[in-house]
T-cell receptor, first 111, second 112 residues
Framework: DADVTQTPRNRITKTGKRIMLECSQT?????MYWYRQDPGLGLRLIYY???????NKGEISDGYSVSRQAQAKFSLSLESAIPNQTALYFC??????????FGDGTRLSIL | DQQVKQNSPSLSVQEGRISILNCDYT??????FLWYKKYPAEGPTFLIS?????DKNEDGRFTVFLNKSAKHLSLHIVPSQPGDSAVYFC???????????FGPGTRLSVLP
């Protein structure tokens, strides 16, 4: 079983819809992250959480929100999706000072 | 302005030869650097790291070199194998393992 699981793997939806992407991990890490990947821009940090009661904005948090339901679960929401949020989304986890472990991504298309 | 740059979007190398992937950064506070490899339809996987107290780190066929004065690091793969064909991301952190800034990636193709 994967250490970091993202659901769904693919999603097509319409502008204005609310979308939730979910992430769960079995690595026991306190730190969890959400990134988006766009061609030519690499991975950009949306939100991160260093423990259950800690939520922080990343580089590109506008239009997104997150919830850390438990140590193992971190979800990303798009309250009202817009086409420029079409991207590949990755969840990651890490321990302190450790490299991040990534899920396999969610490909989101907003029409 | 990108703080971590990988100026070569793609690189092709013959099997058995050396692959050299380059990364430049602008923030002098970065003190921890990582390379990730990404295959299609998978998430990035950690490959090798280096802290600013070192100028070289080796792990099997992979070696990372850090030149702090030039704000430049490179990943050497010797010998290159077809299975190394992937996108390689360079990432940097200013607080030794706090948040990482990623470069745009370089697509490596190793030709048989």
């Amino acid at each position: 079983d994967a250490d970091v699981t993202q659901t769904p793997r693919n999603r097509i939806t319409k502008t204005g819809k609310r979308i939730m992407l979910e992430c769960s991990q079995t690595k026991g890490h306190d730190r969890m992250y959400w990134y988006r990947q766009d061609p030519g821009l690499g991975l950009r940090l949306i939100y991160y959480s260093f423990d259950v009661k800690d939520i922080n904005k990343g580089e590109i948090s506008d239009g997104y929100s997150v919830s850390r339901q438990a140590q193992a679960k971190f979800s990303l929401s798009l309250e009202s999706a817009i086409p420029n949020q079409t991207a590949l989304y990755f969840c990651a986890t890490s321990g302190y000072g450790q490299p991040q472990h990534f899920g396999d991504g969610t490909r989101l298309s907003i029409l | 302005d990108q703080q971590v740059k990988q100026n070569s979007p793609s690189l092709s190398v013959q099997e058995g030869r050396i692959s050299i992937l380059n990364c430049d950064y602008t923030n002098s506070m970065f003190d921890y650097f990582l390379w990730y490899k990404k295959y299609p339809a998978e998430g990035p996987t950690f490959l090798i790291s280096i802290s600013s107290i070192k100028d070289k780190n080796e792990d099997g066929r992979f070696t990372v070199f850090l030149n702090k004065s030039a704000k430049h690091l490179s990943l050497h793969i010797v010998p290159s194998q077809p299975g190394d064909s992937a996108v390689y991301f360079c990432a940097a952190s200013a607080n030794y393992g706090q948040n990482f800034v990623f470069g745009p990636g370089t697509r490596l193709s190793v030709l048989p």
